[in-house]
T-cell receptor
Framework: GENVEQHPSTLSVQEGDSAVIKCTYS??????FPWYKQELGKRPQLIID?????GEKKDQRIAVTLNKTAKHFSLHITETQPEDSAVYFC??????????????FGKGTHLIIQP | DGGITQSPKYLFRKEGQNVTLSCEQN?????MYWYRQDPGQGLRLIYY???????QKGDIAEGYSVSREKKESFPLTVTSAQKNPTAFYLC???????????????FGPGTRLTVL
């Protein structure tokens, strides 16, 4: 099955600086890569996702890049703000053709924005 | 994701007891999922269902059971066979994969289960 590794486990950056979180996956059949943000005690919220037919996707201060050859994808947050502080999870899943399969998640990155 | 509800928010269980967690959605989504989250860990897939009356085991199905009798509902039973059930349980749903693509999963607010 799929295995997703996520680094770093904790990331502390100054407010206004950029943050980068990296994930690698093992199953070359994976073709959907979402990123979720989870605040303490709350549900994960989708912030951006990318499919294997594109290499980069942007949404305001957030971007995701995908390298299918190397089997890694990264989350980039620019101009970080205090409200960006949370735990971020990457995930991956293949499309098996039979319907919607479950996601395999990384273990999360605790992003801390220092004022 | 406001259309996915889970109840109760907190649940306490004695060892040896079965307990059922509720998940309901009014988004008309075909697919539903159950994940378990432990402190400092990512989410792990327990069971998922692509259509009514059908479901598949995920990575950690042992000690759990599910049913999918209605499109809107996907209850999870934590049985006494689950050796370490204390965790945060999250339900999710998605429209369903179609046209060769996987659709976004939206999560419910979660149930925090504690075994006493």
């Amino acid at each position: 099955g799929e295995n997703v590794e996520q680094h770093p486990s904790t990331l502390s950056v100054q407010e206004g600086d950029s943050a980068v979180i990296k994930c690698t996956y093992s199953d070359s059949a994976s073709n959907y890569f979402p990123w979720y943000k989870q605040e303490l005690g709350k549900r994960p919220q989708l912030i951006i996702d990318i499919r294997s037919n594109v290499g980069e996707k942007k949404d305001q201060r957030i971007a995701v890049t995908l390298n299918k050859t190397a089997k890694h994808f990264s989350l980039h947050i620019t101009e970080t703000q205090p409200e960006d502080s949370a735990v971020y999870f990457c995930a991956a899943t293949p499309y098996s053709g039979g319907g919607a399969d479950g996601l395999t998640f990384g273990k999360g990155t605790h992003l801390i924005i220092q004022p | 994701d406001g259309g996915i509800t889970q109840s109760p928010k907190y649940l306490f269980r004695k060892e040896g007891q079965n307990v059922t967690l509720s998940c309901e959605q009014n988004l008309n989504h075909d697919a539903m999922y159950w994940y378990r989250q432990d402190p400092g860990q990512g989410l792990r897939l327990i069971y998922y269902s692509q259509i009514v009356n059908d479901f598949q085991k995920g990575d950690i199905a042992e000690g759990y059971s599910v049913s999918r009798e209605k499109k809107e509902s996907f209850p999870l039973t934590v049985t006494s066979a689950q050796k370490n059930p204390t965790a945060f349980y999250l339900c999710a749903s998605s429209i369903a994969a179609s046209g060769g693509r996987t659709d976004t999963q939206y999560f419910g607010p979660g149930t925090r289960l504690t075994v006493l």
